[in-house]
């Protein structure tokens, strides 16, 4: 029994080495490799995984004065209160709404518009409509929203004007809370639909030639060559892209949020972001406004993982 327990312990020991020395060996072989992917591991070392140490204070009544470590532990204090918080329904509500309706109506347009894009011919045309619908990501949020408002407002908004020029009534676009959130939907429509199709243009450009002609052969015209070729061989990317959506669906976007609402609208755009940042920025409850952060990261962290499941369930690769 010894013997064959000093034989097993050796060979381990031989396995463990050998991995060792492929390991060094791939280092060495493709060092150059290694360095390029060094500043994208350092980025995300520095400034995600090191900042993850500040979580530790949704726990604590912290004071910059005590400092994390002599800071007062409440435990999960900062949590109860936040779930009991007659605000939190309200939060959450419109958090998820706008996250919904981003994702029914958004999401699916990349995906369209890469569709459209591929079928043309022209390249220059193709490019330069790349080029335009491209260009509204490069926008901040502000002057998205000083180009609202100079289209939109009540008293001197373009389309109030024209619409008042033709015998109807005036509109209140920018502070009617029934239609804020379409308005928030709209305007990532057309900041970020054009962005979006960069992914699903580069899955398409991989997509086997071999396959359109062969469907050709079949007699398939070009929607269905889109239909049973095209969509088959990128639904393995939309998914992932879902999947990773689906992890910022709490998520909705301080910048543009905060800018678009007023006192007008505030029951439909009062969001997590917004209340983070009246609770942690202006009144310096910087434990709390953690807290409701880390809820937030957790909501996603497990969206992310069931979904990557199911997608592991009907046979796609997910993310992981």
Not at 103 to 111: R, V
Not at 168 to 188: E, H, I, M, P, S
């Amino acid at each position: 029994m010894r013997t064959q327990s000093a034989v097993l312990q050796s060979s381990v020991t031989m396995d463990k080495n050998k991995k060792r020395r492929t390991l060094l060996s791939d280092l060495r072989r493709d060092k150059y490799l290694y360095l390029l992917v060094l500043p994208g591991v350092l980025f995300f070392i520095i400034f995600k995984y090191v900042p993850m140490w500040g979580i530790i204070i949704a726990f604590q009544e912290y004071s910059p004065y005590m400092g994390v470590l002599k800071s007062e532990w409440v435990g999960i204090e900062h949590f109860v209160r936040f779930f009991s918080n007659p605000d939190f329904m309200l939060l959450f509500r419109n958090t998820m709404m706008i996250s919904l309706l981003n994702l029914l109506f958004f999401f699916p347009l990349p995906i369209i518009l890469s569709l459209l894009l591929n079928e043309l011919n022209n390249e220059v045309f193709k490019r330069v409509i790349q080029s335009v619908v491209y260009l509204p990501h490069f926008l901040s949020w502000v002057i998205i929203a000083g180009i609202s408002f100079l289209l939109m407002s009540h008293s001197s908004g373009i389309i109030n004007l024209m619409m008042e020029a033709i015998g109807l009534r005036k509109y209140d676009f920018l502070t009617n809370a029934d239609t804020f959130w379409g308005l928030l939907v709209l305007q990532n429509i057309w900041k970020e639909t054009g962005w979006g199709t960069i992914i699903i243009l580069a899955a398409i450009t991989g997509v086997d030639t071999q396959l359109y002609e062969a469907a050709k052969i079949d007699g398939a015209n070009r929607w269905r060559q889109t239909w049973h070729v095209t969509l088959p061989a990128i639904r393995s990317v939309i998914l992932i892209l879902l999947i990773l959506r689906l992890g910022h669906i709490m998520d909705v976007g301080f910048e543009q949020v905060f800018l678009m609402s007023n006192g007008a609208v505030a029951r439909v755009a009062d969001v997590f972001e917004t209340y983070v940042y009246r609770n942690g920025i202006q009144q310096g409850q910087f434990s709390y406004s953690t807290a409701v952060g880390l809820f937030k990261s957790v909501v996603g962290l497990i969206l992310v993982v069931l979904a990557n499941r199911l997608a592991k369930r009907i046979g796609e690769d997910g993310v992981y």
